[in-house]
């Protein structure tokens, strides 16, 4: 059964270095999604991406945050100047796009913790 | 605002002794609620999606139902596997399919 994967399953890292994390989406799906999770909190959208262009991102998602499709298959979030308040769970999601409200499939998630 | 809220946040149960998770919303124009399952550390797992009320999705032991305010996962006999995080997430506006979520409802079968 397809699924959506990310690496790596967890980074540490100093405040103020860069972070790359990546995911691989389900291949046939269109629409692709990050959101976090912070210990204890609800997920939170970050952002959502189309044909190759943001189409959405949260208040959350500042300048320091950004993502990218490099190539056909991976999906890529990268924060710039990592923040204390960063350290969350990231997951990110796919949907296929045939119809309005289908389903967003997660992957695993990387645990991103910021020293 | 798009809002959801579930209850109770934990739920402790005997394994076979079976009860019903709430997942409460306020949404402008409802275009579907999801229910995932997530165990720690890992994401979320996909189990339903209701579209209208008066709607039900079933499971194994789960069965998912939706009213025009509220939503309820229904868990029959339940067995120790069942132990996760149960989140409920809708559709919020726009065209982008984002999904508002729940804080989840936190549930431990016991053998």
């Known amino acids: 059964e397809p699924e959506v994967t990310q690496t790596p399953s967890h980074q540490v890292t100093q405040m103020g270095q860069e972070v790359i994390l990546r995911c691989v989406p389900i291949?046939?799906?269109?629409?692709f999604y990050w959101y976090r999770q912070i210990l204890g909190q609800k997920v939170e959208f970050l952002v959502s991406?189309?044909?190759?262009?943001?189409?959405?991102k949260s208040e959350i998602f500042d300048d320091q945050f950004s993502v990218e499709r490099p190539d056909g298959s991976n999906f890529t979030l990268k924060i710039r100047s990592t923040k204390l308040e960063d350290s969350a769970m990231y997951f990110c999601?796919?949907?296929?796009?045939?119809?309005?409200?289908?389903?967003?499939?997660f992957g695993p998630g990387t645990r991103l913790t910021v020293l | 605002e798009d809002q959801v809220t579930q209850s109770p946040e934990a739920l402790r149960l005997q394994e076979g002794e079976s009860s019903s998770l709430n997942c409460s919303y306020t949404?402008?124009?409802?275009?579907?609620l999801f229910w995932y399952r997530q165990d720690p550390g890992k994401g979320p797992e996909f189990l339903f999606t209701?579209?209208?009320?008066?709607e039900e999705k079933e499971k194994e032991r789960l069965k998912a139902t939706l009213t025009k305010k509220e939503s309820f996962l229904h868990i029959t006999a339940p067995k120790p596997e069942d132990s996760a995080t149960y989140l409920c997430?809708?559709?919020?506006?726009?065209?982008?399919?984002?999904?508002?979520w729940g804080l989840g409802t936190s549930l431990a079968v016991n053998p």
């Open positions: 999601a796919s949907r296929l796009g045939q119809g309005s409200t289908d389903t967003q499939y």
């Open positions: 291949s046939n799906h269109l629409y």
């Open positions: 991406f189309y044909n190759n262009e943001i189409s959405e």
């Open positions: 949404v402008s124009g409802l275009r579907g």
């Open positions: 209701l579209y209208s009320a008066g």
């Open positions: 997430a809708v559709l919020g506006a726009g065209n982008n399919r984002k999904l508002i």
